[in-house]
């Protein structure tokens, strides 16, 4: 019933006057929310809340013809009281229509996060990897006491054998909380999500009380959102400010965003690094091909970590998940069974190698810091005097932060000796524009080749690598599509090497 959707809700204006009768909130049956009015059936709630592109309180005369029961809005002005007495529809406003929104959500799923220790990850770069780490490490310790952890993130949305493609690193919270009621009812006992800056900021995390709140890094990205560092930092901030003195902070001592996204927490506070500053560090670092050895000292116990993962980069992702582990009071033994257990991630430094001797890597590395920590891993499992070539592509994704790209090809450049410029979801943009920008940050001009469209971009590398050669496939990872215009087309990096290689044998 509304009435009991409506609890602990702030409510600052109620219209329920229909042809000079009240209708009570008891009264009216909800079948379901919605927050997209083409969904919108008979006797649904639809909420109307403010996106990037468009704005619900456009779509409410929508949501009504379609059928809505009642309609939750915080522009009150939106759409006159007379519009909802004619149409026997109640008005309900609100302070923040995503916060009711999530506080309706977890209300009409009868709050499933209350069931499932919730742990959090957020940072620029690493989130995928970090919370894969964290779920393997619950699942292989037993501290899932029935093996189901539920995954949240950019890749997809997992618990046992279930598997729902990603629309949102972090769903909308009336997706969240539905996915956390069927994850609670397949008996999960915790769920491990990436927490976005945008997620944080439109509130659809609102109301769940995280366990345990990682922090990776913070390095330029979503600025065509935010506008500026600062207003990126805070957003990421938000889910640091929410925990409570039995949860816990961990955050990368390495990265200098960290003191300040801790501070004024209540949380209980875990720095993880490669110094020993860090109360859970990492030493004696072996980088290779195959994967990564080092050793982890936390409360004076050495703990030596085998990894299948490659790269500094993953050093500081496992020290995390290992942080999330002691926090969890998991035993040294379990976390490292749990770290062993993840040999890849999707589309996250992924080797193919060819029969002609090359590899190529593929990797989502889409802004300047997570480019740079690839091309350096790259560097730092090869030998010092080489002969082959590190051959990168690449582009920039449309309609978003223009100012990284310049910045992205200063840094492909120093560290690439071919660059194959091309697309990379240019989306309403012009690719040859984008590819102009990255331009700019670049130079020399030989060995810098353009190539708009992105299968031939790929093939062109391929065709290129000579035996021991390297190429980068970076910016798309595990995404299996190519956004051009509003049109969105399958599209699969690994899928075209993979051909490559079959057609080259």
């Not at 490669?274 to 560090?281: I, K, L």
């Not at 062109?460 to 690598?465: D, G, P, V």
Request: charged share 25%; glycine share 8%.
């Amino acid at each position: 019933m509304l009435s009991a959707l409506l609890e602990g809700i702030t409510v600052t204006k109620m219209f329920q006057t229909m042809f000079g009768r009240m209708v009570v909130t008891h009264d009216v049956k909800v079948n379901t929310i919605q927050y997209d009015s083409k969904k919108v059936k008979k006797d649904d709630l639809f909420v109307a809340i403010r996106g990037v592109s468009a704005d619900g309180h456009r779509f409410i005369d929508s949501a009504v013809v379609n059928g809505a029961a009642a309609v939750v809005m915080e522009d009150d002005s939106a759409m006159p009281d007379s519009y909802f007495m004619h149409a026997g529809v109640v008005k309900i406003v609100v302070p923040s229509s995503r916060r009711a929104l999530a506080q309706l959500a977890a209300n009409f799923y009868e709050h499933p996060a209350k069931k499932l220790t919730c742990i959090g990850v957020t940072g620029t770069n690493g989130k995928t990897t970090t919370t894969h780490l964290i779920q393997q490490i619950l699942e292989h310790s037993g501290a899932s006491l029935r093996g189901k952890v539920g995954l949240i993130g950019t890749i997809d949305y997992t618990f046992g054998k279930e598997r729902f493609p990603a629309t949102h690193t972090t769903p909308e919270s009336l997706d969240l909380q539905k996915y956390f009621s069927m994850m609670a009812a397949n008996k999960c006992t915790h769920v491990v999500m990436e927490v976005s800056s945008h997620a944080l900021q439109q509130e659809r995390v609102y109301g769940i009380d995280f366990s345990a709140a990682v922090f990776t890094n913070l390095t330029q990205d979503h600025l065509d959102y935010h506008g500026t560092m600062e207003n990126y930092f805070h957003a990421k901030k938000i889910l640091f400010d929410g925990l409570t003195s039995s949860s816990w902070a961990i955050v990368n001592a390495d990265d200098g965003w960290s003191e300040k996204i801790i501070a004024g927490t209540s949380a209980k506070i875990i720095r993880y690094g490669t110094t020993n500053s860090a109360e859970v560090y990492a030493k004696n670092i072996t980088l290779a091909m195959q994967g990564t050895r080092f050793t982890i000292e936390y409360d004076g116990e050495e703990v030596e970590i085998i990894s299948p993962l490659v790269g500094r980069f993953n050093v500081s992702n496992i020290l995390a998940a290992f942080s999330v582990g002691i926090a969890m009071g998991i035993p040294k033994a379990g976390i490292g069974k749990g770290i062993a257990a993840v040999s890849h991630v999707p589309g996250r430094f992924e080797r193919v190698s060819s029969t002609a001797g090359w590899t190529a890597i593929i990797d989502y590395a889409h802004t300047p810091d997570a480019l740079e920590k690839c091309l350096n891993t790259i560097h730092d499992i090869l030998p010092q005097r080489r002969s082959n070539k590190i051959i990168t592509v690449f582009g920039a994704g449309g309609d978003r932060d223009k100012t990284k790209r310049p910045k992205m090809g200063k840094i492909v450049e120093s560290l690439s000796d071919v660059i194959v410029l091309t697309s990379d979801n240019p989306r309403t943009e012009n690719p040859q524009r984008i590819i102009d920008d990255i331009h700019a940050g670049i130079s020399r001009r030989e060995n810098v080749y353009e190539e708009v469209d992105r299968r031939s971009a790929v093939v062109k590398a391929l065709a290129m690598a000579k035996p021991d050669d390297i190429v980068l496939i970076a910016g798309k990872g595990h995404e299996d599509y190519q956004v051009i215009g509003k049109e969105k087309t399958h599209f699969s990096d690994k899928e075209i090497v993979q051909e490559f290689i079959h057609n080259h044998r």
